[in-house]
C-alpha cells in the first residue's frame, strides 16, 4: 500500500549525462527489479517515476536523466535534502527465467544493475545515443555496449528470455520478435498507485493504467500507446 | 468530513489511502462502459496538473454488480459520482442506487471538462434525480459558469441537498514544439492555482443558498482546508494533492487543527463561514454567531436518507465537536432559500469584504 516517506539524500552522482540519486533507504522497502517509485520533485506540483537502478545497504539509488523542470530539480538535489518518496510499486520483472539476457536503451538502463544483481550477473547488451551517454554501462560491469548507429536489437541471439527496458521504439521492435520478452514500459503518472487513471495505455486490447499492470509486461500485451474507438454518446448528442 | 475529490481515488487499488477519509467518492458512473480519452491524458502545469480523462468507468451494470459491493466492504461511506449525457442517464442511475444498502450519498457530476456537456440544465438533472431516489442528493458546479451562484440557486430550488464546489477547469498546455501535450487538446486544471476560484465560489454559493458544501480545489494543506470551512464549506475534498501524498488526508487532518489555533479560533469548525461579514468570529463579543440562528443552513431536513447520510458524514472537524452541524440541521423557514445567511439576494457580491 502506497505510503508517503520524507527520505534523505546521501549522495548525487553523476554519470555521464545522467545523475545517481542516492536516498537514506529507512524503512523503505526496495521491492522486486522492474519496480518503480515515486520521487517528489522539488518546486513541482507532481512527483515522477523511477525504477530502483541500485540498492546498495542502507540506500536506494535511482538513475535519472534531467530532461525537463522535474527532472532537473531532482538532479539538483544535495546530500541533506529531503524529498518524498511513495514505493515500491507496480509490477517488476519475473525472475524465473532459465537463460536471461537483459537489454537497456539510454536511461532506460536504470532498472537493469538491481535485476542483474537478483539474476546473478545474467548477460547484458546496452544500447546508447553517443559515447558520454555510454559512460553509464559503469553501472552495469561486463555489458556488451553499442552506440547509435548500431541498435541494440541488431545482434540479438534466439533462444534466451528478454528482459529489457528502453525507448519506446526500441521496445517496439523487441515485442514484435520476442512476444514473451518482459519489457518495462513508461507512461505520464501522476500518483504511480492506480488513482489518476493518467498512465492509461492499450495493453490487452483495452486502456489499463501501465502502474497497476506494469510496468513491466510482456511484449504481446502492449500494442503500442494509440487512441482506441468505442466513444459512448447519448442518442440526444449523436443527433445533435 | 473530509473526502476525495471523484476521480482522485481508486479505493479498491488502494484501501488504505480511501480508510484515512470519512467517505470515499467515486469516479463518475455512466449508464455505458466508457473507456476514456486517447493518451496522453495528463500534463503537469506551473502550480497544477491538467487531466482528460474522459470519464473512463466500468459503465452502471458493471459498476453495481462487481465494484460498489466491494466499494462497501471496506467500512468507509460511499458516495457514488453519476454522470450522463442527458437527465434521463443521471436519473436512471440515481434509481439504481435507491435501494443500496450503504451508499451514503450521490454527487451529481454536473461539470466534467473532459467531455461534451450534457445537454440538459443542471437544474433539469437534479430535478430528474430528485424523483428518482431519496439518496442525499450533491450537485457538483463548476467555477467556470460566469454566475455559480445563480446554479446552485437552481439546484436547490430543484432538490439538491448540498453542493460540491468546484470541478475542473478547461487548460491547455503547451509541448516544447507548442503542440498540445494532451491528447484530448485540452484538459480539467487541478491542483493550487485552483485554490482561490474554489474559495470564491464556495463563498458566493454558501451565501446563496446555505446548502451543505464539499469544498475542493487546490487544497494542499489544513490552513486550505480551513480556508474553505471559513467561505462555508462543511466537508472538504482533496484532489490533486492525493497524486502526491498518499497520506494527505491523515496529515491535512492533523495540520487543520494547528491551523486553526494559529488564526485565533479554538477549533476548525468555529472557523465555518467566518469570511462571510455577516458571520462573527465566536466568542469576542459574547454573542452566538449568526450561524446560530435558527434554520441557517439546512434547507432540505426531514428527508430521512439524507439524515442518515449526514449523521454517517460528519463535519470535517471530527465527532465531539459536532454542535455547528447540529445548528445546520435545523429546518429553515420558509422562503430562505433563497435568502441566505447574507440576507440579501443572494449575489456572490454580497460581502462587501
Not at chain 1, 88 to 93: A, D, M, N, S
Not at chain 2, 109 to 122: F, G, I, Q, T
Request: glycine letters at 12%.
Amino acid at each position: 500500500m502506497p505510503r508517503a516517506h520524507r527520505r534523505r539524500v546521501v549522495g548525487a552522482e553523476r554519470v555521464g549525462p545522467y545523475t545517481l540519486l542516492r536516498l537514506d533507504r529507512g524503512p523503505l522497502d526496495p521491492g522486486a527489479p522492474g519496480q518503480f517509485f515515486m520521487l517528489e520533485a522539488p518546486g513541482r506540483p507532481l512527483p515522477r517515476p523511477f525504477s530502483l537502478c541500485l540498492a546498495p545497504p542502507g540506500e536506494l539509488a535511482f538513475l535519472i536523466e534531467p530532461v525537463g523542470p522535474g527532472t532537473e530539480a531532482l538532479c539538483a538535489l544535495e546530500p541533506g535534502d529531503e524529498i518524498r518518496v511513495v514505493g515500491p510499486l507496480g509490477r517488476g520483472y519475473r525472475l524465473d527465467v532459465a537463460r536471461p539476457l537483459l537489454v537497456g536503451g539510454g536511461i532506460g538502463i536504470a532498472p537493469l544493475p538491481w535485476l542483474s544483481q537478483a539474476l546473478g550477473r545474467p548477460p547484458a547488451v546496452l544500447g546508447f545515443r553517443t559515447a558520454a551517454h555510454a559512460e553509464a554501462a559503469a553501472l552495469l560491469p561486463g555489458a556488451e555496449v553499442v552506440v547509435d548507429p548500431v541498435l541494440v536489437t541488431d545482434g540479438i541471439p534466439s533462444g534466451l528470455d528478454l528482459l529489457a527496458c528502453g525507448p519506446e521504439p526500441m521496445l517496439r521492435a523487441l515485442a514484435a520478435r520476442w512476444p514473451e520478452a518482459q519489457l518495462a514500459w513508461e507512461a505520464p503518472m501522476a500518483c504511480g498507485y492506480g488513482a489518476c487513471y493518467g498512465c492509461a495505455v492499450r495493453i490487452d486490447g483495452e486502456l489499463k493504467r501501465l502502474c497497476v499492470e506494469g510496468p513491466v509486461l510482456s511484449g504481446h500485451r502492449l500494442v503500442c500507446h494509440v487512441p482506441g474507438p468505442g466513444r459512448e454518446t447519448c442518442p440526444k448528442e449523436a443527433a445533435a | 468530513m473530509l473526502l476525495n475529490a471523484s476521480g482522485c481515488l481508486d479505493a479498491l487499488a488502494a484501501p488504505d489511502v480511501a480508510r484515512q477519509l470519512d467517505a470515499f467518492v467515486t469516479k463518475t458512473i455512466t449508464p455505458l462502459p466508457r473507456e476514456g480519452n486517447a493518451p496522453p491524458r495528463i500534463a503537469e502545469t506551473a502550480h497544477g496538473m491538467l487531466n482528460a480523462i474522459g470519464l473512463a468507468n466500468p459503465g452502471r451494470e458493471r459498476f453495481l454488480a462487481e465494484q460498489l459491493p466491494r466499494l462497501l466492504e471496506l467500512g468507509v461511506p460511499v458516495w457514488v459520482s453519476v454522470g450522463g449525457f442527458c437527465a434521463a442517464d443521471y436519473a436512471e442511475t440515481c434509481a439504481a442506487l435507491d435501494g443500496v444498502d450503504g451508499v451514503a450519498a450521490v454527487e451529481l457530476n454536473l461539470s466534467c471538462p473532459n467531455v461534451d456537456e450534457a445537454a440538459d440544465s443542471a437544474a433539469e438533472i437534479v430535478a430528474a434525480c430528485r424523483a428518482a431516489t431519496r439518496l442525499s442528493l450533491y450537485a457538483k458546479l463548476s467555477a467556470a459558469h460566469p454566475d455559480v451562484a445563480a446554479v446552485a440557486r437552481a439546484v436547490a430550488q430543484a432538490g439538491a441537498d448540498g453542493l460540491s464546489l468546484v470541478n475542473t477547469l478547461r487548460g491547455i498546455a503547451l509541448d516544447r514544439a507548442l503542440r498540445p501535450v494532451l491528447a484530448r487538446g485540452s484538459g480539467g486544471l487541478s491542483g493550487p492555482s485552483l485554490k482561490p476560484l474554489a474559495l470564491s465560489a464556495v463563498h458566493a454559493c454558501y451565501a446563496a443558498t446555505g446548502l451543505p458544501i464539499v469544498g475542493m480545489g487546490g487544497v494542499q494543506t489544513g490552513r486550505d482546508a480551513l480556508e474553505l470551512l471559513a467561505c462555508g464549506a462543511r466537508d472538504v475534498a482533496l484532489g490533486t494533492v492525493l497524486f502526491a501524498d498518499p497520506d494527505a488526508p491523515r496529515r491535512v487532518r492533523a495540520e487543520l487543527h494547528d491551523a486553526a489555533a494559529e488564526a485565533g479560533v479554538a477549533s476548525p469548525e468555529d472557523a465555518f463561514a467566518l469570511a462571510h461579514a455577516s458571520r462573527k468570529r465566536p466568542g469576542k463579543d459574547g454573542k452566538r454567531p449568526s450561524l446560530n440562528a435558527p434554520g441557517a443552513l439546512v434547507r432540505s431536513a426531514g428527508r430521512g436518507p439524507l439524515e442518515d447520510a449526514s449523521a454517517r458524514a460528519r463535519s470535517l472537524p471530527r465527532p465531539a465537536h459536532g454542535r455547528a452541524q447540529a445548528r445546520e440541521r435545523r429546518p429553515r423557514p420558509a422562503g430562505a432559500a433563497e435568502e441566505g445567511p447574507q440576507g440579501g439576494q443572494g449575489s456572490d457580491r454580497a460581502d462587501p469584504r
